[in-house]
């Protein structure tokens, strides 16, 4: 049964993973989509609420897109490859 301690640590491990990861995303989404409004000369007279409001929308838009979605691989692709070895060790 020490393959269940090992389970419970992997996935508190990949926890951690995921959430760091996804910071990281979306601080790297947040800077891409500040540096696309302060790189257009058309928008320099604007408020900072129209600047606020485009990277709130652009955020909105990749929490709902496939980048956010991929990160739930962190979770899956170990957990394959986790029941794959416990299976081909003691059945096989």
Do not use: H
């Amino acid at each position: 049964m020490g393959w269940i301690r090992l389970a419970f640590f992997m996935y508190v491990g990949l926890t951690i993973i995921y959430f760091v990861t996804g910071i990281y995303s979306r601080s790297v989404r947040r800077e891409k989509l500040e540096k696309q409004w302060d790189s257009d000369p058309a928008k320099e007279g604007e408020a900072a609420t129209d600047r606020t409001a485009f990277i709130e929308a652009g955020m909105q838009a990749y929490d709902k897109g496939l980048k956010k979605r991929l990160l739930w691989l962190i979770y899956i692709i170990p957990t394959i490859g986790f029941v794959a070895t416990i299976y081909f060790i003691n059945w096989n």
